[in-house]
């Protein structure tokens, strides 16, 4: 007979081993995908690793992907901490994106310069954390599954984003692209020399990490979420208020991922494009991002940067090997899973039974 047993908590030690094992068994799966496809594991591995890292153009890449990352990922943290299961990040950044995008087109013409590029930062904060508020408004008045809904929201974003560039939003000067018009240079932001790097929002990110660290480990807010998450019970004889937590949690979240999608469009493409130009799929890559980091925001800088640089990767294999970019998701899935299974033997240990038969009696 086997049966699961409760392991004893792990020390910091242990803990890490089971990280980068179950890292390693994530890459090893991701190799074998390459080993289907016919290319060899380690060139691929090797060429991933030196398109992003090996150069100083991949370096850039890599942070300019990762600022997106940063931002949502800090956000999926603080609400995976009280298993509040935001899968939106997606919706939300690109709630951001045209939330900021109004500004730019219809505000910034007639507004001074300087005040452009502050009230689209608000403007997309205000639109994720509003698109964000609608999953946690359903749970917690009607008791909705907060994955399903925010799963399914990222989804009625991406069309609206669509209807906006094909419909009332298409710029008449991009030649029937469906596009928006270019921004103006008030509403775009400014970027490190010689790269894409645009540095307000990369200053935003890394204040979102130290901020949400702080307030997840010695406020009395961040105390709230973590006793929440681990025992609702508990929370409710402790007085707290479970559905205010949700949503302010929910509300923080979306923020942070509509300003990552301020910082692409005013920092990377400088208009409104298709959902698949806008995000390289950013919204669910945090989420591998957030477990990685363990659910703390300090650290989510570190996997942010691992995984910008997975996708800077799916470039350069879709260039060099001719790989498709999908095949760097079907990666980050196996490093997902892999991180998912690492948690389960960390937590619990498989024993195997015997289950004694009762001796039978005659005469």
């Known amino acids: ?38 290319v060899d594991p380690v060139t691929a591995l090797a060429k991933v690793c030196q398109g992003s890292f090996g150069s100083t153009f ?23 901490r009280g298993r509040i299961w935001n899968i939106g990040g997606e919706g939300q950044l690109l709630a951001g994106a045209v939330g900021a995008t109004g500004v730019a087109l219809f505000l910034a013409p007639i507004l001074p310069d300087v005040t452009v590029l502050p009230l689209m930062f608000m403007a997309g904060a205000a639109a994720g954390a509003l698109w964000a508020l609608i999953p946690a408004w359903l749970r917690v008045r009607h ?25 009332p939003w298409k710029g008449k000067s991009q030649f029937g692209f469906p596009y928006t018009d270019d921004f103006m240079a008030a509403a775009t932001l400014p970027t490190l020399y010689g790269s894409r790097i645009h540095w307000p929002t990369l200053g935003l990110g890394l204040l979102a990490a130290v901020g949400l660290t702080v307030l997840a480990a010695r406020s009395r807010f961040g105390f709230e979420v973590r006793v929440v998450g681990e025992n609702p019970d ?12 949700v ?20 920092g990377i493409h400088r208009h409104l494009a298709s959902p698949a130009s806008i995000s390289s799929g950013y919204g669910f890559t945090a989420i591998i991002t957030a ?19 997975l996708l800077v990767g799916g470039d350069v294999i879709q260039t060099s090997l001719g790989l498709p970019f999908a095949t760097v998701h079907i990666f980050n899935g196996m490093i997902l899973f892999a991180l998912l299974i690492g948690d389960f033997f960390q937590t619990w240990r498989i024993r195997r039974t015997t289950v004694a038969t009762p001796r039978s009696s005659h005469g």
């Open 1 to 38: 007979m086997i049966r699961l047993e409760r392991r004893s908590p792990p020390t910091a030690w242990q803990a890490l081993g089971w990280l980068v094992l179950s890292v390693a068994v994530g890459l090893l799966g991701g190799g074998l995908v390459f080993l289907l496809k016919g």
């Open 143 to 167: 008791g909705m599954n907060e994955a399903i809904s925010t799963l399914m929201l990222n989804y009625v974003a991406a069309e609206f984003v669509q209807y906006l560039v094909y419909g």
């Open 234 to 245: 508990a929370a409710h004889y402790a007085g707290i208020d479970a559905a205010g937590v």
């Open 291 to 309: 477990y990685l980091a363990r659910l703390h925001p300090g650290w989510c800088v570190l996997s942010s940067l691992f995984f910008g640089g």
């Open 58 to 80: 991949g370096r850039k890449d890599t942070v300019t992907k990762a600022i997106p990352l940063i931002l949502t990922g800090t956000g999926l943290c603080l609400a995976f």
């Open 247 to 266: 949503l302010r949690v929910m509300l923080l979240s979306g923020a942070l991922a509509g300003l990552a999608g301020v910082g692409e469009v005013a």
